[in-house]
C-alpha cells in the first residue's frame, strides 16, 4: 500500500505544556520513543496521547508486553480517565504459561518474538488505528536476546506502521545498560523522562527532548508533574520569545520620601532589590509598595517564601495597610509557597501565568533566600531567576526582591551577591542613635533614574512607614557600624503621634 502525504498539522501529545515545547505537537504517522525509569510518567503520558486522540474521532491502540489492563484501567481511574474509547490489546495471556504453550525444538527468542510481532501487526490490519502505544520496548529486547535481531523486528515495525498510517509512541524503560542508542537512530523523535531525590521534599521530574527530525522545538531540560488528568508539563522560560512591551513613566511607592529617594518612584519593568538583616522592615517596605499599586486599582501577585499567609495578613492589617479585601476581589494574589514541593520549573510557570492570565502589574518574591537554600540539589537557580527577571521585565512588570543578610549590626552578608541581577537596590540597615537602635534606607544604585545620594531614617507604626529628612550625620557607614552625631530634633519621634521636630514626612 502506497504512504500516503503526511499531514502538516501537528498531533497533539494531549499534555499542553509538551505540545508547547514540541511547538504544536508531534509529526503524524511517524515512531517516536518516550523513554524513562520506571516511575517517571510513561504509561500515563501514553494513556493521555491516545486519549487525546479519541477526543479528535482516532482510533486508539494500547499494546501492553508488561502490565495487565486491569492494572491499566486502575492507573487511568486515578486520573479520572475511562479507557473504554480505546482498544487495549494484552500480550500476556492468562494461559501463556500453560504446557501446550512450551516447545523444545527452537529457542525461545526465534519463535516468540516472531509471534508478538505479526500479533501487533494483526491487530493493528484489523483495527486500522490512528495512535498507536507499544508498552514496552523492553520485553521486544529480551525476546529477540540479539542486537542484530531486535533492530530488524523494530525497522519492520516502523515500516509497517508508516504504511498504515499511524502515529506510534513506543515506551522503553531504558533497562538496556548504557541506553537503546540503536533505537534513537530508528526513531523519528526521543523524548526522554526523568526523576531524581534531592536530600528533603518531593522528587522532581523533568523530561528533554533528545531530538526530533524536522521539528523546532524548545531544547533544555523542562520540570513537569504527575497530576490527576496526566502530565502538567512547565516548559523552560526563554525571555527573548516573548515581546517588549513600550517604557511607561514611573509609579509612586505611595510615600513621597521614598519616590523622592529612588528618583521618581518605581519604574514598570524593572526589578527593586530590598536588602537589609531580620526585621529591618523589608516586608513591610515592599507591602507598601505593593499597597499603592493595588489602591491604583493594579492587579499584584505576591509569592510568600518565608512566613505563613495569615502573620502576615494580620501584620500588615496591624500597619493600616489590609490586603484581605484585595485579596477576597481577586486583585491580590497571595500564595504562600512550599519550596520543598516546587520545582523551579513549576515556579516561573506560575510567576508566567500571573502576568499573562491575572494581568499582574507588580510581582514580589519575599524572599530570595528561602528560593535559593531551600533547592540545593537544584542547579542554575540564579540563572534560572535572571531569565524570569529578563521575561517580567519586558512585560513591563514592577518586580521587587527581598534578600535577608546575616547578622544585625557591623559585618552584614547576603548567602549570595544578587544585586547585578536588579535595576534598582535599597538597603535598609539598623544604626545606632542617642542610646536606641533605629533604622535607616537608602538606595545603593539605580538603571533608571538620578537617585538621592543620602540615607534617611524610618520607622514602622501604625500608620505604616513613616520616612524623615536625609540625615547628614552620620560616621562610620563604611565600616558596617553607621552611628548618628547629630541633633536629636532631626530623627523622628520615638512614637507615631508625639510631638517631635523632626516630624516625618511620607
Known sequence: ?????????????????????????VTPERLYLVEG????????????????????????????????EVELRAVAATHGWSLDPITIFEMVPADGLSDEHEQTLLHPSEVELGETVRAIMARVDELRPARVVIDSLSELRLLAQNPVRYRRQILALKHFFATRHCTVLVL???????????????????LSLEQTLSGFGAQRR??????MRGMRYSGGYHDFEIERGGLNVFPRLVAAEHGVVPEMPFVSTGLAGFDA??????????ATLLTGPAGVGKTTA?????????????HVAYFLFDERAPTLLSRSRALGMDLQPYIDTGQLNLRAIDPAELSPGEFAATVRASVEKDAARMIAIDSLNAYLQSMPSEQFLVLQMHEMLTYLG????????????????????????????????VQLRYFEAFGAVRQAISVIKTRTAQHERTIREFSVGPGGIMLGEPLQHFQGILTGVPTFSGEG??????????????????
Not at 398 to 422: E, K
Open 206 to 211: 523533568r523530561l528533554h527532548v533528545v531530538k
Open 37 to 68: 525509569t520506571p516511575g517517571t510518567g510513561k504509561t500515563t503520558l501514553g494513556l493521555g496521547f491516545l486519549l487525546a486522540g479519541v477526543a479528535l474521532r482516532e482510533v486508539g491502540l494500547y499494546v501492553t508486553l508488561a502490565e495487565t
Open 286 to 298: 515592599t507591602v507598601q509598595c505593593m499597597t499603592a499599586a493595588l489602591r491604583r486599582g493594579e
Open 489 to 506: 530634633k532631626t530623627l523622628l519621634a520615638a512614637t507615631a503621634g508625639q510631638d517631635d521636630p523632626g516630624t516625618p514626612h511620607a
Open 1 to 25: 500500500m502506497p504512504q500516503q502525504a503526511t499531514s502538516s498539522s501537528p498531533a497533539s501529545t494531549g499534555v499542553v505544556g509538551l505540545d508547547t515545547v514540541l511547538g504544536g505537537g
Open 394 to 425: 519586558q512585560r513591563g512588570v514592577v518586580t521587587m526582591l527581598i534578600l535577608g543578610m546575616h547578622g544585625i549590626m557591623g559585618d552584614v552578608r547576603a548567602d549570595v551577591d544578587l544585586s547585578y541581577l536588579a535595576d534598582t537596590a
Open 261 to 270: 529617594l529612588l528618583g521618581g518612584g518605581l519604574v514598570p519593568g524593572t
Open 172 to 190: 522503553d524503560d531504558k533497562s538496556a545498560s548504557g541506553g537503546d542508542l540503536q533505537l534513537h537512530s530508528i526513531a523519528h523523535g526521543v
